[in-house]
């Protein structure tokens, strides 16, 4: 069996995938929660994983822990990765003989998938956020949040997209809706709407259009984070850490001591050391807005591949898959076939770089940052986030994960 532990980091996912192919990972235990103090970029990865999972094995069990069952069940339901375990798996096994197949483990997800076409966003995630899924063929694949009527020609307008980000901040942190500039919405509905719209175009099926077997899902995931440099966080990789760092002290209202302020930068230069044991005061803690937006689809570098440049995905080398994925973000670049949808992943680039935003980017072997904040970069100009390893195990699919200052302090 292949357990995903509780804290779950970024690296214990990454050395999960390489895992999926063994004879025994058919079984497959998730946590039921993925704590916020490791959940940054998480969980995008594990549903891309749970996807990968689906496509390797022919027989998927879900092994899950604790009882009652059917109250753990109706908490993975209300959890991103535990809907999309709960949709990708085609058996459930728990204590006490518990056994079920696809069709009774997926009736867990059905409130959820009723608060979501109610618009009761405060009921779509069992934790501090809002969750928005699309399960690939299902009766209600297309949410009302996301689609105005029931098909796939039907997806909501740009302005709409504007509603739903500030209906999501507002329902789960009114008081940060508060502080958001009409033009800060905008931009972050634009971003959202963007990369929506191209899962929506082109992560619905397969690079050559064919429907996935074992099924897909694409959604988007909104939540608010704190950054207290008091913490040793040690879940926060130095390249996000460096941003949060920087991004604190520009939120900060009022004027910082400058020994403080020097001893800061000192250790966001050297990789964000953490602060001296003889600090007996305690930092305040800066909120960040963390955005994601995922897909189980094709990927960006083989729809790419496929759609633009009618080059076949097998043999594809590692550098030609930067070099398609570099291409989609190139502004006017676009598959989209669907005339209106969106101006491009290009443009999506314009509104991070005005939000002094933070960037990964998980598809295929690449995993991808960008710091909008401390880059002089205009357009997409992404950096590995494993420099020493910038080559990833595949992975289906797409997640954005994308953090964005939102102002105030808390102590």
């Not at 069940?73 to 696809?102: I, M, R």
């Not at 942190?173 to 709407?193: D, H, M, N, Q």
């Not at 591949?305 to 995905?313: E, G």
Request: proline share 5%; net charge positive; glycine share 8%.
């Amino acid at each position: 069996m292949l357990r995903l532990p509780r804290n779950a980091s970024l690296d214990v996912v990454s050395r999960s995938i390489e895992k999926l192919g063994l004879p025994d990972a058919g079984v497959l235990q998730v946590p039921l929660k993925i704590p916020s103090d490791v959940g940054f970029g998480v969980t995008g990865l594990v549903i891309q994983l749970l996807a990968l999972w689906s496509r390797t094995h022919n027989q998927r069990t879900l092994q899950v822990a604790g009882l009652p069952v059917a109250t753990i069940l109706a908490g993975l339901a209300k959890e991103p990765h535990g809907s999309a375990a709960l949709y990708f798996a085609d058996h459930v096994k728990g204590a006490q003989n518990y056994s079920a197949h696809t069709d009774e483990a997926r009736r867990y997800l059905i409130p959820v998938i009723r608060a979501m076409q109610q618009h009761n966003l405060r009921d779509t995630s069992g934790t501090r956020g809002v969750h928005l899924c699309c399960f690939h063929g299902s009766v209600n694949e297309y949410i009302g949040p996301l689609y105005s009527r029931d098909n796939d020609i039907s997806l909501r307008s740009p302005s709409d997209f504007i509603d739903l980000v500030r209906n999501m901040i507002a329902a789960f942190e009114p008081t940060t809706l508060r502080r958001l500039t009409p033009e800060t919405l905008e931009f972050i509905a634009s971003v959202i709407y963007e990369l929506f719209s191209n899962t929506h175009e082109h992560a619905r099926n397969d690079e050559r259009g064919n429907a996935y077997v074992n099924g897909n899902i694409r959604g988007i995931i909104a939540r608010t984070v704190e950054y207290r440099e008091r913490k040793g966080e040690t879940h926060i990789n130095p390249h996000l850490a460096r941003y949060m760092a920087l991004a604190s002290a520009k939120q900060r209202k009022y004027g910082i001591r400058p020994e403080v302020n020097e001893e800061r930068v000192a250790r966001v230069h050297t990789g964000y050391a953490k602060p001296p044991a003889s600090r007996s005061t305690s930092l305040s803690a800066t909120r960040f807005l963390e955005l994601t937006v995922y897909d189980t689809g094709p990927g960006l570098a083989h729809r790419w591949a496929v759609q633009k440049r009618n080059r076949p995905i097998d043999g594809l080398s590692y550098e030609e898959e930067l070099e398609f994925i570099r291409e989609c973000f190139v502004v006017g670049n676009t598959t989209k076939d669907t005339n209106g949808v969106g101006q491009g992943l290009g443009y999506s680039v314009d509104s991070l770089k005005k939000l002094n935003a933070f960037m990964t980017l998980r598809t295929g072997r690449t995993f991808l940052y960008q710091d909008f904040l401390n880059t002089r970069a205009n357009g997409f100009e992404p950096q590995h986030w494993y420099s020493d390893k910038p080559q990833q195990p595949y992975l289906p699919g797409t997640t954005y994960t994308i953090v964005i200052p939102i102002g105030g302090n808390r102590t």
